[in-house]
């Protein structure tokens, strides 16, 4: 056998470094066809070696506690192929009509790995279901099985995830409705105890959000987000990119609204630290009350924010102002901005004043006062683009006191001024 495996593999070299172009199309997709099947038939025949291996106690004798710690030094894998080529054995080892289809070429490994795990789940919910019926346990599995290996000439593996959640309503119809309760129960319970979400230290300015949640809380989470994910013309920013600003605003609604908990008898807010003469000159950085340092740009942008917290400390760390009402733009100011504005006041931008922060035209680290004429309502993306030097956007109120905007001269060389025309205005 191992001459054979031996003999196999200098041939299959030889092809490998065999020229393709002179290949048809026809015999170029066959030769692609046929060498995803020769990695399959590879696979089966790796996993019964590793069974091998296992029952004659091969790990054990080289001093290994597990078959994937083993296979990692016989094979130099990396810890998750080698326990996924373990699991693998044992998976084929405990369906042997799946290696016979991987054999014959009806499914590949990934398939197979879908309708066992399938399977799996299948004979626990049986086991919980009791009555099934005039049919056995052992007839329901194997019509599974053989009508999820059927099914693999025309779905994916991920298509046969989803099929094998539902397959006694293909099998067994009378079954699957109350096979469904118990397993949507199970899953729930499941989900219950491993939801969490953790938040990392940062590292470069960036901070890695993971967690995992139950289908009915991402329910919740995906339609509060949707509506912010949404792009707009112009928007270069990736789906992941969307999803991040969008759940970033969500919780700048949540703190607006101001029926969070309090915490530390105090309402939901963040408190942004910079030091008086850094301040008062619009330079250095800043530190939020989490510890994270900010920009002298990010920190500018901050303070325009009428429901973030701005704490000024002297040279001293003394407090010398902490959130000055004059800044804060609420009550009837905030509405009559809404008024005026009618949403962000970009040019053309579609963002509902809800969805706003009130800037600042001279801002408010240079002497600009919180009134209504230096004030403009700006969504969080042109909210940025105002704050970029870079970007060359100007503000300012026109002889009606309406705001309007100045571009910069790559986007028109007169730079003549430009109004949101899509909101409602006074």
Known sequence: ???????????????????????????????????????????????????????????????????????????????????????????????????????????????????????????????????????????????AETTMIDMAARLSAHQLRRIGERILAHVAPHLAERADELALARQEARAQRARGFTLSAPAEGLVRLTGRLGAEDAAIVQAALQPLCAPHPGDDRSPAQRRADALTEVCRLALRTGELPDTGGEPAQLAVTVGYDQLTQSLGTATTD?????????????????????????????????????????????????????????????????????????????????????????CRHHHRIVHDPAAGWQIRLGADRQPEFLPPPHVDRDRRPRRNLYHLRL
């Open 290 to 378: 989490t510890g994270s340092r900010l920009s002298a740009t990010a920190a500018r942008r901050m303070a325009c924010d009428a429901r973030l917290l701005p704490v000024v400390l002297g040279s001293a760390g003394q407090v010398l102002d902490v959130g000055r009402t004059r800044r804060l733009a609420t009550g009837p100011l905030r509405r009559a901005l809404h008024l005026r504005d009618g949403g962000c006041a970009f040019p053309d931008c579609d963002r509902p004043p809800r969805w706003t922060d009130a800037h600042h035209i001279i801002a408010w680290t240079a002497g600009g006062t919180t009134s209504l004429d230096n004030l403009v309502l700006l």
């Open 1 to 143: 056998m191992l001459a054979d495996v031996r003999e196999l593999n200098e041939d299959a070299a030889k092809l490998a470094a065999s020229s393709t172009w002179p290949l048809s199309d026809d015999d170029l997709t066959a030769c692609l066809r046929a060498t995803h099947h020769l990695a399959q038939t590879v696979a089966v025949m790796q996993a019964r070696l590793v069974r091998e291996a296992e029952s004659r106690g091969l790990p054990t004798a080289h001093g290994h506690r597990t078959t994937a710690g083993w296979l990692r030094s016989q094979l130099r894998l990396d810890p998750h192929p080698a326990r996924e080529l373990s699991a693998r054995a044992a998976t084929l080892d405990r369906h042997a009509a799946l290696q016979e289809a991987l054999l014959d070429g009806h499914a590949d490994i990934r398939q197979a790995t879908e309708i066992a795990d399938a399977l799996d789940n299948l004979t626990t919910g049986l086991a919980e279901l009791g009555d099934l019926g005039p049919a056995t346990a052992e007839d329901i599995l194997r019509n």
